[in-house]
């Protein structure tokens, strides 16, 4: 066990309290009593970030997580909902989840002063306190040369978007765009000396997309789509939802991972019961992908059964959404930092910029849960495959098992479409 040193965490905490940081009326970002404050206050607070940093935050341009990594040097990670007791989990959060972290410090760090680059950032997880593991910023490449190319302007994405027939804040968009072989040639557009900023909405929006997409590997080096892209383009075409391209880039993520599957994971009650073990395992799997999408219920507190199964499985969904989410902000960052973007652009703009991003909100299961009743159901019918059994438990679903969900029906033919795309990911060629 780590030795707790309650004494020197009180002096420490007392000192914080004291001495906290604000922000003054001015803008001025300093300790409350600078005049009295000890030399060595960053031992306490952590070493002092750039204003810019606290100034995007204080908005909520970005979230505090990875300048709280950077500023501690540590990365805690603490057990979960369902208590944490997979190695599947454990295997995730102390390996599996290092590429993404490694990408949003590398981002953040390239563009502060190069102090930061060079100290390690240690991971701490709650079932390992005494053998952290250590992400060296220092070893990877700056990630600003790669996605250096993306200055895309107004004229060109509008037209595009208006060929398309597609938002421009969406994924579809981002992706499909660039199957235009012609079009992808015409978005590599490194920043030149004296070019204006970018100014408008669509252009932040979309060139912190396509970043973000290059660094996961959807889109190559010279902006084509590569084999990924390719596949993840064929999918979203396959249910053309907005709704959906979310979750489906997700379920392509976790299978990148190895994480999609109908492997026994967890240790716990909530997995289907009902029919051979071989449509026990393709229900696990359909309800595993609903869980990267919502079910629809009114406000009010979830009413419905329970599986805490899936909310393991949600557990680890959460943790790798939460990174991708991390990945997207410092791309949006990047932007900012290095002077891409337009200084007179209002705060509040780019605040809304960062809320159309993808992977802001977190996910749940009962999406999932629901999909599991009712397949589970139906492979206790004697005719699962009749249209009549299908309605009949659909209407007992939405009438008894989840009377609160505003369209249970509905619900359930979004998760097969997702299901369609994400089963789309297992045919392709890997990259």
């Not at 030795?3 to 922000?23: E, F, G, M, P």
């Not at 909520?60 to 805690?76: D, F, H, R, T, Y």
């Not at 989990?89 to 490694?102: E, H, K, Q």
């Not at 249209?387 to 008894?400: C, D, H, I, P, Y």
Request: charged share 20%; aromatic share 8%; net charge neutral.
């Amino acid at each position: 066990m780590i030795a707790l040193n309650y004494l020197d965490r009180y002096r420490k905490a007392s000192l914080y309290i004291k001495h906290y940081v604000c922000i003054r009326p001015n803008g001025k970002i300093e300790s409350v009593d600078g005049a009295s404050a000890p030399s060595d206050l960053n031992n306490i607070m952590g070493h002092r970030l750039p204003e810019e940093a606290f100034g995007y935050l204080s908005h909520g341009i970005i979230s505090p997580e990875v300048l709280s990594w950077i500023a501690s040097n540590e990365i805690i990670e603490r057990p979960p909902l369902d208590g944490g007791e997979a190695d599947a989990y454990r295997r995730l959060v102390s390996d599996g989840l290092t590429p993404l972290r490694t990408s949003a410090l590398s981002l953040l760090t390239y563009s502060f002063h190069r102090f930061y680059q060079h100290r390690p950032i240690y991971l701490r997880c709650w079932f390992d306190p005494n053998t952290p593991k250590t992400l060296n910023v220092a070893d990877t490449t700056d990630p600003r040369t790669t996605i250096a190319g993306w200055n895309v302007r107004l004229e060109q994405i509008t037209a595009k978007a208006t060929k398309l027939e597609r938002d421009v804040s969406s994924l579809a968009f981002a992706v499909s765009s660039l199957q235009d072989a012609d079009f992808a040639k015409t978005t590599v557009t490194p920043k030149s000396s004296g070019q204006k900023p970018l100014s408008s909405t669509e252009e932040v929006q979309s060139n912190a997309l396509w970043r973000f997409l290059q660094l996961r590997g959807y889109i190559q080096q010279d902006h084509q789509l590569s084999t990924l892209g390719q596949c993840l383009q064929t999918a979203f075409s396959r249910h053309n939802q907005q709704d959906l391209e979310e979750p489906t880039l997700l379920a392509f993520e976790m299978l990148r991972l190895n994480l999609l599957n109908s492997n026994n994971m967890f240790p716990y009650n909530g997995s289907p019961q009902r029919g051979s073990e071989t449509d026990k395992r393709n229900t696990l799997l359909v309800s595993r992908v609903a869980c990267f999408a919502g079910l629809r219920h009114k406000s009010i507190g979830f009413t419905g059964p329970l599986s805490r199964h899936l909310l393991a499985y949600t557990s680890m969904v959460s943790a790798v959404r939460g990174n991708l989410r991390n990945v997207v902000e410092m791309s949006l960052f990047g932007l900012l930092a290095n002077h891409h973007v337009d200084r007179d652009m209002r705060p509040s703009v780019l605040a809304q910029i960062s809320y159309s991003l993808p992977f802001l909100n977190d996910i749940d299961c009962a999406l999932g849960i629901a999909v599991k009743s009712y397949l589970d159901e139906l492979s206790a019918q004697s005719e699962p495959t009749s249209e009549a059994s299908r309605q009949a438990v659909k209407t007992k679903g939405a009438n008894e098992w989840f009377p609160h969900a505003t369209d249970f029906q509905g619900d359930l033919q979004r998760a097969f479409a997702l299901w369609d795309s994400a089963s789309l990911r297992c045919r392709c060629k890997r990259p």
